[in-house]
């Protein structure tokens, strides 16, 4: 489906704004950046009813405030106030296509030390982003040399643009080494996550994930996927500490995050996974997730925000 979002319009604290106009002085973005938080969000064309289904925004929006309060700064509009604010917005560019949104705080600042203003401003934007479910992406990942940051140094469960700098590490070595994606270790040499996205094993027909205190991103996707293989795969699903070699031994498995969706990994260090190629565990999950999202499959409807047709 050819991407054809017309980016006419942002939200930004509070009304519809032109794309135009919405601009910030030069020299405010690298210091308003170091406090800024932000969220992904996906909304997904339904091919029958041509309507676009806003996968879970209440529970990103939920994690947005929580990012906001973590980094110290006020928010001005309430969770059923930034709802509004996403469907005015959806609603205005019109998607025809996958559509990726970007909830964005940040403050004011004349240095990098400090905030000139504890308010948030918050700036929502839309954009084209194809999805790649159910299509042949495949990851040929490695573990990293950079370890994964902390929550006593910078809280991984806050979403900020900051904390991102340790990803952007990992990642450009990986790409520099010839991998697809990286994946990071934590201090005590346990798998944590990759950059920008969870991480799931499955050995034995079971899914294992590193648990929420392994310097993991408290991922909506994540638990969205536990939750669709326990509820409608009939999976065991099991939530813990991840040594590094399990990877090696793994029969399966994939990367997951809102923005990568779930990607199958085919090896990892250069050790295949299971036979080298997307097992059937994976597959299946990839399928549900794709279906439920969609609205192709009702079940969870309160996942999903529909916006119709106009």
């Excluded at 604010?85 to 205005?92: K, S």
């Excluded at 994964?148 to 952007?168: E, F, G, H, I």
């Excluded at 399990?246 to 085919?266: M, Q, R």
Aim: some cysteine; overall charge neutral; charged content about 25%.
């Amino acid at each position: 489906m050819a991407e054809t979002l017309n980016f006419s319009t942002v939200w930004w604290d509070g009304k519809l704004t032109a794309w135009e106009n919405a601009t910030l002085h030069v020299t405010q973005i690298g210091p308003a950046s170091v406090s800024s938080v932000f969220e992904g969000i996906r909304a997904y064309i339904n091919p029958n009813s041509n309507e676009s289904n806003i996968f879970r925004l209440d529970a990103h929006l939920k994690r947005f405030l929580q990012s906001i309060r973590l980094v110290r700064l006020q928010c001005a509009y309430t969770l059923p106030e930034l709802r509004d604010a996403v469907v005015e917005l959806v609603r205005a560019n019109k998607p025809e296509a996958d559509a990726y949104i970007r909830p964005f705080a940040y403050a004011e600042s004349r240095t990098f030390g400090a905030a000139t203003s504890t308010r948030a401003q918050v700036v929502i934007h839309v954009t084209a982003w194809e999805s790649k479910l159910k299509t042949d992406a495949v990851s040929h990942a490695c573990v990293s040399s950079w370890t994964r940051l902390t929550d006593n140094q910078m809280a991984p469960r806050v979403k900020a643009s900051a904390n991102y700098l340790n990803s952007r590490y990992a990642a450009e070595e990986a790409k520099r080494n010839g991998y697809d994606h990286a994946i990071l270790l934590t201090p005590q040499g346990k798998v944590a996550e990759g950059p920008g996205m969870c991480l799931m094993l499955v050995r034995d027909g079971k899914i294992i994930t590193p648990s929420v205190t392994s310097g993991i991103l408290e991922s909506i996707t994540r638990e969205t996927i536990l939750q669709i293989a326990r509820e409608k795969l009939a999976l065991s699903v099991v939530e813990r500490a991840v040594d590094r070699t399990e990877l090696y031994t793994a029969d399966e498995a994939f990367f997951c995050g809102t923005g990568i969706e779930i990607v199958p990994i085919v090896s990892v260090d250069r050790f295949d996974i299971g036979a080298g190629k997307p097992g059937a565990i994976t597959q299946r999950a990839q399928t549900a997730y794709h279906d439920i999202a969609r609205g192709l499959d009702e079940s969870y409807a309160e996942w999903r925000t529909v916006i119709g047709k106009q």
